[in-house]
Every structure is written in structure tokens, then in C-alpha cells.
């Protein structure tokens, strides 16, 4: 395919509408033509991210601004709550429009999980139905065919990759999973929040959601799928001093005579042909600086010194595979292009 895609981003001024750009900035397949942020509306990108100053970008402006029907699709980073009725908008302006969310307003498939969770009632059930939940290793051709694709969380894309294969094959009691996950700062967004200051968040460790993150019904909601059963997480997150980053340890109990080899050999095999799905060898670590600013995710699995348990740890960039690069990655698919377009970059190190 030979033409660009004509690309809008809905909220342009946050970390994973800024990742999208970076990213997009440079995929053969991709013209960015609109950009909304409406608090920066008339500015420049590259005012508000001077890292972008080498590029010729189109200013921002405000959403209702942007004639929708001339895009190929549209990458949406605005806070959850916010997400659905504009989004409802824009597909009533443009039918075909392909719609990427990196928000968290599609991803729940139950509208009363949704209310529970999000507190209130979701104002686009229609589309709720027809969201295809982003997870591109496990949805692949039904995000070919997608209209609007839910993008995961960066947590849950990090647990599930691990986690699923473990599950789908019964090699893990999925009534006995705690999660142990550390993010970098740029998770909690761009807005100033005190929790977020440097002089609060630098040289220590926090956790926050304790037993109340979002993400967690999410993961529940995925695992269940590949276990057949309703499934509930210990799930606990934490804020790390670093911009970029995750890292999540899930500790499991083994189910039918299995090993951690097995488990590992579970998880090769369920990978084997994933372009962005790295298992490590048996004694290597997976570490956040071996995929920062890529789009590629590593899991490894250790035994646990308790007889019949293991633990499996995974780590991505949450901005990247854990937000626009898996966003990415599902646009290629929906457009038929080769799934690793503009997402080849190799981490940055150190």
C-alpha cells in the first residue's frame, strides 16, 4: 500500500498521545494531519514537547475542530470518562474511521463492571459491544476486522502476555495469582499531582490502588476468558522513581504436576512467532532497561523456593507496548500493513 494514512490524535498533549506522535512521526504508512488538545489548542507541538521541534506537525486544536471525515483513524489519549461520547461523535461524523483507544473506556465487556468500577453508567454501550479488546497477540484477526479497538492497559498487557498462556493450558491455579507491579511516573499521566512531584516521588517507592486499581477487573476479565471461570487477582501496583518503565511479578501456584520449565516451555511455544514477545532463557531476569522506549515485552519465570510455585516476571515500556506502540501495532493489523511498521526501534540503552 503505497498511500499514507491520514492519522488524527485525540489528546495529543499527554505522555501516550506524545508517544503516538513520536512513534507515528516515523512510520512509513502514517501522515499526521490533526492533533487536538483543547487546554493547548493554537499552540505549537513542538511548545508543548520541545523534543519534537525537528518536525513539521500540525498545531493543535480543539477536537470539535477537526473534520474527522477526512481521516483513515484516529488514536484517542484522553483520560477515561471522557473518551466515549466523544469518540460516539466522531464515528457518527465518519462511519469508517478506524478508532484506536488507549483509554481505559472500552476495554470492560460487562457495562455493570464498568459502572462498578468507573462509577458511573457507560454513555456509549453501543460501541461497548462492538470494542475489540487491543491484546494483539491474543486478538489478532478479530482486530483485523475491528472498527474500534479497546487498547489494554499498560498493567494488564504486562500480566496477560505472562499470564494467559499459563492459564489457557492449566499449568497455573488461577484461584492463587498476587501481582507485584512497579510503574514509572508518566503512568499517572501528565497532570500536576502532588504524589507526582519530584521532591515526593523521587528516591522512594510507593504503592497506591491498594486492593481499588482499576486495571484489576481487567485482568480478571482476561484471565477468565482463557480459563473458562470467573477469576479474582490479588493485584497490588506501585509508583517508581523513573519517567518510563514497568515491571510486574506475578507469583503462582502450579496446577497439575507441572514445573516452571513447563511453564517457560508454555509460554516459548505460545510466542514463538511474536515479533514483540521475548521469553528469556532459564536464569536470566527480564529488566525494565531491556525494552525502554521499544515496543517489545520480555517475561521470564523463576522457581519459587515454596514447593509447587513459581514466579513469572514481565516488563515493557508502559508509554510503548503498554499504551501507543500495542496501539500501533493493532492500527497495522486494521489497515493490513505489516505488523512491525514503525515499531521496529531497538531499546534504549542505557
Known amino acids: 500500500m503505497s498511500s499514507k494514512k491520514k492519522i488524527g490524535i485525540l489528546g495529543a498533549s499527554?505522555?501516550?498521545g506524545a508517544d503516538a506522535v513520536r512513534l507515528l512521526a516515523r512510520h512509513p504508512n502514517a501522515e499526521i494531519t490533526a492533533l487536538t488538545a483543547n487546554t493547548h489548542a493554537g499552540k505549537a507541538m513542538g511548545d508543548?514537547?520541545?523534543?519534537f521541534f525537528m518536525l513539521d506537525l500540525p498545531k493543535l486544536v480543539e477536537w470539535e475542530k477537526v473534520d474527522w471525515t477526512t481521516l483513515d483513524a484516529v488514536f484517542c489519549g484522553l483520560p477515561h470518562g471522557t473518551t466515549q461520547e466523544i469518540?460516539?461523535?466522531?464515528?457518527?461524523?465518519n462511519p469508517t474511521i478506524k478508532v484506536l483507544d488507549m483509554s481505559a473506556d472500552f476495554r470492560l465487556r460487562d457495562k455493570n463492571t464498568y459502572a462498578q468500577w468507573y462509577g458511573h453508567e457507560h454513555r456509549a454501550l453501543e460501541l461497548q459491544s462492538e470494542a475489540v479488546y487491543?491484546?494483539?497477540?491474543?486478538y489478532r484477526e478479530k482486530i483485523a476486522a475491528a472498527r474500534l479497538v479497546a487498547c489494554p492497559g499498560c498493567y494488564p498487557t504486562a500480566v496477560?502476555?505472562?499470564l494467559v498462556p499459563l492459564a489457557r493450558a492449566k499449568?497455573?491455579?488461577?484461584?492463587?495469582?498476587?501481582i507485584d507491579a512497579k510503574s514509572g511516573v508518566t503512568g499517572a499521566g501528565r497532570g500536576l499531582k502532588q504524589n507526582t512531584l519530584f521532591s515526593e516521588a523521587g528516591e522512594g517507592l510507593s504503592p497506591y490502588s491498594v486492593g481499588t486499581h482499576r486495571h484489576a477487573p481487567e485482568i480478571e476479565q482476561e484471565i477468565g476468558v482463557a480459563a473458562g471461570t470467573a477469576v479474582t487477582v490479588n493485584f497490588t501496583p506501585h509508583l517508581i522513581p523513573m519517567a518510563r518503565g514497568e515491571l510486574c511479578t506475578s507469583y503462582v501456584k502450579l496446577a497439575g504436576g507441572a514445573t516452571p520449565d513447563d511453564l517457560r516451555g508454555a509460554?516459548?511455544?505460545?510466542?514463538?512467532?511474536e515479533p514483540f514477545v521475548h521469553v528469556a532463557k532459564k536464569g536470566v531476569l527480564p529488566q525494565t532497561?531491556?525494552?525502554?522506549?521499544?515496543?517489545?515485552?520480555?517475561i521470564g519465570v523463576i522457581a519459587d523456593r515454596i514447593k509447587n510455585r513459581a514466579i513469572v516476571i514481565s516488563t515493557l515500556d508502559n508509554l510503548v507496548k503498554g499504551s501507543a506502540g500495542q496501539a500501533i501495532q493493532n492500527m497495522n493489523l486494521m489497515f493490513g500493513l505489516p505488523e512491525t511498521a514503525g515499531l521496529e526501534q531497538i531499546a534504549l540503552f542505557p
Open 160 to 162: 496477560l502476555l505472562a
Open 171 to 178: 499449568l497455573i491455579d488461577v484461584d492463587d495469582i498476587v
Open 134 to 138: 487491543g491484546l494483539t497477540e491474543f
Open 267 to 273: 509460554l516459548e511455544k505460545a510466542y514463538a512467532n
Open 87 to 93: 469518540i460516539a461523535a466522531v464515528l457518527k461524523a
Open 14 to 16: 499527554g505522555y501516550t
Open 48 to 51: 508543548v514537547f520541545p523534543h
Open 289 to 298: 532497561q531491556n525494552v525502554r522506549g521499544s515496543n517489545y515485552v520480555q
